[in-house]
């Protein structure tokens, strides 16, 4: 599971034609029930917006209960995520996404980056629900899948991972639900790296960039 991003100034995701009308949220360590930024496909291109981190649509009543992950599998299953996969997919651009080792007597947390340290394209789904009779606010909530086998010591599920090259199907609505479909898989096993950081990231309110540094060597796949 998804619990902390890592987004760094740098996070620009390789798309054409991105149209830019806000300044892209970064930090640290950001947690759920939480601004994000994500990009969305609107009046035919690409563009930022920005979403709570939990996915609310207009009937849920209690803003705890919104999801920041949604598994895949059960994406057409839940009326929870239902429409928003048909119909409003999105990316949330990071550098890093943080997960928790099980361990005796604690769990040491991970970044899991690219190794090469390029941005990350997650799989997202967002929907749009009423906070005044006149304003609207955006929600998201980020897709998961199994984890490959270099991840699977560290976590079970991870953010599905959309290739540049398809980030202008997956965000287009009208792309067919079975291609969609087929873009959720677990990450390719050379893509990732996992290196183990300071338990300072476990509290949320800690927001120093010394959170994301690595406390000991990166873990990647050996062919």
């Not at 990316?91 to 943080?98: F, K, R, S, T």
């Not at 006149?134 to 953010?159: G, H, I, K």
Request: glycine fraction near 4%; aromatic fraction near 8%; include cysteine.
């Amino acid at each position: 599971m998804a619990g902390r991003l890592y987004i760094k100034p740098w996070t620009t995701p390789p798309l054409d034609a991105l149209r830019q009308e806000v300044t892209p949220i970064v930090g640290p360590n950001l947690a759920p029930r939480r601004p994000l930024s994500i990009i969305r496909h609107g009046q035919g291109e690409a563009h930022w917006a920005t979403a709570f981190w939990g996915l609310t649509p207009p009937w849920l009543k209690v803003l705890d209960h919104a999801p920041h992950c949604a598994r895949a599998e059960s994406l057409e299953q839940r009326p929870m995520f239902r429409e928003a996969f048909q119909a409003r997919r999105c990316l949330i651009p990071v550098a890093g996404v943080y997960v928790w080792k099980p361990q005796p007597r604690m769990k040491q947390p991970f970044l899991v980056t690219r190794v090469d340290r390029a941005p990350l394209l997650l799989a997202g789904v967002w929907c749009r629900y009423h906070t005044t009779l006149t304003e609207f606010t955006d929600s998201a909530a980020l897709v998961t899948v199994p984890a490959n086998l270099m991840l699977t010591p560290l976590s079970d599920r991870f953010p599905a991972v959309i290739d540049a090259r398809d980030a202008p199907r997956w965000l287009d609505p009208a792309t067919p639900l079975d291609d969609a479909r087929a873009m959720l898989t677990p990450a390719p096993l050379e893509l990732l790296g996992a290196f183990p950081v300071s338990r300072r990231v476990n509290d949320p309110s800690h927001q120093d960039w010394a959170c994301g540094h690595p406390t000991g060597p990166m873990t990647y796949w050996h062919h």
